[in-house]
């Protein structure tokens, strides 16, 4: 049985650098970290790699986590995709005041793809890229009803 999502995972150039934006700009609590290299049979069978050598950290927000990955082996490839492509194109954050967010993020290095926020009346969202090219959308539900869904 399913009981929900635990964690998204994403992949960085600077494990230091992103645990800095993830936890100093976007809040997130950094609950555990680990580092190998090419020492860990059990994370190679786990991830279906060979002679991993990486570092992560795990950051929890009150309602979900999310898992920093820097590989230094095997070396990576960008393969971030558009919004329209398949995968897993981006994932959203909720916020409570976008304008504000939108405002104070811009500042903190993310890049969003429109001038503010676009407003569809019950709700509001941009999307944006963290420091390191991940697509991260922003947010707002102003409908109680859409909120629970």
Not at 63 to 71: C, G, M, R, T, V
Not at 134 to 143: A, L, Q, S
Request: charged share 20%; with cysteine.
């Amino acid at each position: 049985m399913i009981v929900g999502i635990h964690h998204v995972a994403i992949g960085v150039t600077d494990l230091d650098a992103a645990v800095a934006f993830y936890g100093g700009v976007l809040g997130f609590e950094t609950v555990q970290s680990g580092d190998w290299d090419r020492s860990h049979p059990l994370a190679d069978r786990a991830v279906g790699l060979k002679n991993t050598s990486a570092r992560i950290a795990m950051l929890k927000a009150p309602n979900a986590y999310i898992e920093l990955w820097e590989y230094r082996n095997p070396e990576p490839r960008d393969l971030r995709s558009r919004p329209c492509d398949l995968g897993y194109p981006h994932f959203a954050l909720q916020v409570s005041d976008i304008a504000t967010e939108y405002a104070r993020l811009s500042k903190a290095g993310m890049t969003f793809v429109a001038d503010a926020p676009v407003d569809f009346g019950t709700s509001s969202a941009v999307y944006g890229t963290d420091p390191f090219g991940n697509i991260i959308e922003i947010y707002e539900i102003r409908d109680p009803a859409i909120a629970q869904l």
